[in-house]
């Protein structure tokens, strides 16, 4: 008799957990943007947060790694995404937006010596076109540093011109 107890407990266990869903949201992304005054920046990255749709329990995951170089002044500057800790999206018929942001380490390597500096990153991504679209709008990316004063952060904006990134949307059953 304890046998089939004990049975039974360990089924209705099982089919709990297995009744579990989740939701990814996420965006993910490699490749090279040029700004407004022609200067390239390279980046790559993952991010997603995953959402137990019965707990509503929430997992941030991530890796972010952004440079970019002035060949006129010699200086190198290097962004690297420690811990994520927002990230959001908005998906409709017409647009995919998402932003994220977190604690990050911003290096500058000038011929004077290089210094790295913590700081809070933001990032905006726009997925405009398919990938190997040639037509229609390039895809975005926005960043912005802060660390310690707010009036001078490091910022860049521009378009990807080699690459892709993609915003997406996935329900799983466990």
Do not use: C
Not at 37 to 50: A, Q, S, T
Not at 122 to 129: A, E, F, H, P
């Amino acid at each position: 008799m304890f046998r089939k107890w004990l049975w039974l407990g360990i089924l209705a266990v099982a089919s709990t957990a297995m009744a579990q869903t989740f939701t990814v949201e996420g965006s993910a992304g490699w490749g090279a943007a040029v700004n407004e005054n022609d200067k390239p920046g390279l980046f790559r990255y993952e991010v997603k947060k995953v959402i137990n749709n019965d707990t509503q329990r929430q997992v941030l995951e991530s890796f972010f790694h952004f440079a970019a170089a002035d060949r006129e002044t010699r200086t190198e500057v290097k962004i690297d995404l420690v811990r994520l800790t927002a990230y959001g999206q908005q998906i409709n018929d017409t647009s995919k937006v998402a932003e994220f942001k977190g604690l990050a380490v911003l290096s500058i390597v000038t011929p004077r010596g290089g210094r790295r500096v913590r700081g809070e990153l933001t990032v905006v991504v726009k997925d405009n076109r398919a990938p190997n679209a040639t037509e229609g709008e390039p895809d975005e990316i926005a960043l912005r540093f802060v660390a310690g004063d707010p009036n001078k952060p490091f910022a860049f904006k521009g378009k990807v011109v080699r690459g892709d990134l993609v915003i997406f949307e996935r329900h799983l059953p466990r």
